[in-house]
């Protein structure tokens, strides 16, 4: 009996040593595997960002097509990387190629939805476009990202004057941008939504502070001069 137990333990022991074994062998092939992934992931990154820069270098001699051609490889590799499809996005703009700008700051959007540079740039896009709907969905959640966005409520105030159907949002949103940033654009933007609305001595005052900005402003005196009239 005694040799039998003490048989039962050796082998006990035997099948812990073996599990031991197989458990260090399991977590040496996740390490190795691991560290492979790593390596990959490391030499990828390299491959990217020598395409980025090649990408700038060639920009920078206003070679437009191979700049592109690296920055899209790049892409290709990491279709998630920041830099690439931020020059992408900037060089299809400086090329008149709107669609294509669309595309890749849609992208940008989809990797950092909570970057409302990225949203700015989409919605500058879309103004060009005419998409005044979706442009305005763009701005919209700039200010929501941003609320101290001087451009995104600018543009928000812009769109609503255009289309005539909130003027009281587009009141609300050149104020807030002459509130941030008091320019004279600013506030003749201003004038220009509350004379929308009848409010010609709100206008005039409006106008009136742009000129204390800029009082060598002809188009502006000739704005304030024409209200002075009414």
């Not at 190795?32 to 990959?40: E, H, I």
């Not at 090649?54 to 590799?77: K, T, Y």
Request: net charge negative.
């Amino acid at each position: 009996m005694a040799c039998a137990r003490l048989g039962d333990k050796e082998e006990a022991t035997r099948h812990r040593e073996r599990f031991a074994a197989l458990k260090e062998a399991g977590m040496q092939a996740d390490r190795d595997r691991n560290k492979a992934y790593d390596d990959l992931s490391a030499r990828r990154q390299a491959v990217v960002k020598r395409h980025v820069l090649a990408g700038a270098i060639q920009l920078q001699f206003d070679h437009l097509r191979m700049a592109e051609a690296h920055w899209l490889r790049a892409g290709a590799i990491e279709p998630e990387d920041i830099p690439t499809r931020e020059a992408l996005g900037a060089l299809f703009e400086k090329q008149g190629r709107p669609g294509a700008a669309l595309q890749v700051l849609g992208e940008l959007v989809q990797i950092e939805p909570e970057n409302s540079e990225h949203l700015l740039r989409k919605g500058r896009v879309l103004l060009d476009l005419e998409s005044w709907a979706e442009a305005k969905q763009a701005f919209e959640r700039v200010v929501e990202l941003s609320p101290d966005s001087v451009e995104g409520h600018g543009r928000l105030a812009q769109i609503y004057l255009r289309s005539g159907s909130d003027l009281e949002a587009a009141k609300l949103h050149a104020e807030e941008t002459v509130r941030l940033a008091p320019s004279t654009a600013s506030l003749s933007l201003l004038a220009a939504v509350r004379a929308q609305l009848g409010d010609h001595q709100g206008a005039r005052t409006a106008l009136k502070e742009a000129l204390e900005l800029e009082p060598n402003n002809a188009e502006i005196r000739q704005a304030y001069e024409q209200l002075q009239e009414d």
